[in-house]
Nanobody, 128 residues
């Protein structure tokens, strides 16, 4: 089981950028063997998929709402997952969660049920 800790959230203005990090620990070698994802949950809304990446970092997938603005990446040597968010909009305001899948590649990467470990989340607030 992986322990995941997100950081990098904050209050920014529309059009600004932020980079979220997710540090993984525990489960020796598990991070580098796990597909990873970012999800978010806005007030009064259900948790939604943002982006996913395979174990090697060679394949990534994005929600349509963030495609072209967000980039997911990972550094397996540092056991860290990233989400670079550019051109932020007010509708990006949410708590952002990182999650680890139990396999190297996820077919249903947008389904939160495919992920076994979750972080506690980091708040991102975008003012317009």
């Amino acid at each position: 089981q992986l322990q995941l800790v997100e950081s990098g959230g904050g209050l920014v203005q529309a059009g600004d950028s932020l980079r979220l990090s997710c540090a993984a620990s525990g489960g020796r070698g598990t991070f580098s063997s796990s597909a990873m994802g970012w999800f978010r949950q806005a007030p009064g809304k259900e948790r939604e998929f943002v982006a996913a990446i395979n174990f090697r970092g060679s394949s990534a997938h994005y929600a349509d709402s963030v495609k072209g603005r967000f980039t997911i990446s990972r550094d397996n040597a540092k056991n860290t997952l990233y989400l670079q968010m550019n051109s932020l909009k007010s509708e990006d305001t949410a708590i952002y969660y990182c999650a680890a899948g139990a396999v190297r590649e996820l077919i249903h990467y947008s389904d939160s049920a495919e992920y076994s470990d979750w972080g506690q989340g980091t708040q991102v607030t975008v003012s317009s």
